[in-house]
Nanobody, 124 residues
Framework: QAQLVESGGGLVQPGGSLRLSCAAS????????IGWFRQAPGKEREGVSC????????YYTDSVKGRFTISRDNAKNTVYLQMNSLKPEDTGVYYC?????????????????WGQGTQVTVSS
């Protein structure tokens, strides 16, 4: 059964860093573009970053550019999201998912196989 599992979330002070992992089981992650999304309480899920398959091109929403880095290790069947200079507005549940479209997208409707999410809280 295809499954994605996120990990690495936690409580961090503003300015701190976290690295999230998205591990796949039951399928080969390298065949898919992968997206990271987040959802804050009372808000809609929003796209944070995505990475394509063969060429590994990366895309970011404006609010995280220069602070977050997405990468993939196909040998480990895992995609990462390195988050630096974290801000309170980065707080939320972070999810990864596989793209069901062939173009880069940060739109949640273009993704499937969602993981259960990992909580990130940025607070002093």
């Amino acid at each position: 059964q295809a499954q994605l599992v996120e990990s690495g979330g936690g409580l961090v002070q503003p300015g701190g860093s976290l690295r999230l992992s998205c591990a796949a089981s039951g399928f080969t992650l390298g065949y898919y573009a992968i997206g990271w999304f987040r959802q804050a309480p009372g808000k809609e899920r929003e796209g944070v970053s995505c990475i394509t398959t063969n060429n590994g091109w990366t895309y970011y929403t404006d609010s995280v550019k220069g602070r977050f880095t997405i990468s993939r290790d196909n040998a480990k069947n895992t995609v990462y999201l390195q988050m630096n200079s974290l801000k309170p507005e980065d707080t939320g549940v972070y999810y990864c998912a596989t793209a069901r479209v062939t173009w880069p997208s940060l739109t949640p409707d273009d993704y499937r196989n969602w993981g259960q999410g990992t909580q990130v809280t940025v607070s002093s």
